[in-house]
């Protein structure tokens, strides 16, 4: 005898059980944290509830029902991009493709080579490592250095793949709005600041092709200081930034923006929506994707996975060296 058939869930037709499921998944944030070491080498791990999911385990009725739907209608919260590798990097790629919607703030990724070398990498290098990733929407939380968080975003329109929307969240006006001057032509591409969005719209342009229409938007909050007001159209407003020189200038960045960088303008969110070309553009990450013209984590360590590289760093961070007889360096490393 069916020990569910008397249960009134199942009475329910199935596409009114499917809108429920859809319902509850759609309405659900899963929220992830990196782990964080303690002075005795034990670690804190934090978990998120997973009330949400909990329906899975109901029955085998309703996990087969849901199956592997509820990934492309969750939201993933990622507090740093260690803990999106940590999660995401650990599952199958059939399972990864499905993913439809992250948040991750834009903090660096710092890893410490072998034998005790920091090196930090940027948000497009690390997306580098989730193959299959085809998300329908990226947001990224801008860090706090409007130079970096420019350079973060700028590298995304360029080189970045496994979104269609993505999402770009600053607090502030200041990273449309910095000034930078470097007489070192081999650094100056770093941070060299360009009009946007018409700078980044010819970029899409030309890495989609202008008949699939990507597109650009820069919107920004209408009041200084309050959280949260360019994600509501009632209270943010289109923005464009202009210049009168053709092509574009290669002293754009030199001054300040005088608008976005005054006292009382400064304050105010941007929130940088690009959206990948609609017809026939394949904006999934590839698993053999070409290399970063920059530093790419890849490059350092050919062919390995997210687990092998974090390994080896956590290894290399927590040597310790002892100075020890003239021979050399001793080096230490604590128990497991």
């Not at 599952?91 to 990724?109: A, D, M, Q, W």
């Not at 929506?273 to 904006?283: A, F, I, L, S």
């Not at 990450?285 to 890849?298: C, F, T």
Request: charged share 25%; net charge neutral.
């Amino acid at each position: 005898m069916d020990e569910q058939c008397h249960s009134p869930l199942f009475h329910i037709p199935f596409e009114v059980r499917d809108a429920i499921y859809s319902c509850l998944f759609t309405s659900t944030t899963l929220t992830f944290t990196t782990a964080v070491p303690y002075d005795d080498g034990s670690r804190a791990i934090f978990q998120p509830p997973m009330y949400p999911v909990a329906l899975l385990r109901t029955c085998r009725r309703v996990n087969a029902e849901i199956a592997k739907s509820w990934l492309s209608q969750v939201l993933f919260h990622f507090n740093d991009p260690m803990s999106m590798l940590d999660k995401l990097a650990a599952i199958s790629l059939e399972k990864l493709s499905l993913v439809r919607y992250i948040i991750v703030r834009g903090e660096p990724l710092m890893l410490t080579y072998p034998p005790k070398r920091q090196v930090q990498h940027r948000l497009v290098g690390i997306l580098k490592l989730l193959p299959r990733l085809q998300l329908r929407r990226l947001t990224v939380l801008g860090g706090r250095c409007d130079k970096y968080q420019y350079r973060m975003l700028d590298e995304l329109v360029k080189y970045g793949n496994g979104w269609q929307e993505l999402r770009f969240i600053s607090n502030t006006s200041e990273m449309l709005g910095y000034a930078y001057y470097c007489l070192d032509s081999t650094l100056r591409d770093r941070y060299q600041r360009r009009p946007q969005p018409e700078y980044w719209q010819s970029v899409m342009e030309e890495r989609d092709g202008v008949q699939s229409n990507p597109s650009v938007l820069i919107y920004r909050a209408r009041r200084a200081g309050h959280r949260g007001d360019v994600l509501e159209p009632e209270t943010r407003e289109l923005i464009a930034q202009s210049h009168t020189k053709t092509p574009f200038p290669d002293d754009y960045e030199a001054a300040e923006d005088p608008v976005l960088m005054s006292e009382n303008e400064r304050g105010k969110e941007l929130m940088v929506v690009v959206r990948r070309g609609q017809c026939g553009v394949d904006y999934g990450e590839k698993v053999d994707s070409p290399l970063l013209p920059d530093r790419d984590i890849r490059r350092d360590f050919p062919g390995k996975t997210w687990l092998d590289i974090r390994r080896v760093c956590i290894e290399a961070a927590h040597t310790i060296e002892v100075v020890g007889p003239p021979s050399g360096l001793l080096r230490l490393r604590p128990l497991s």
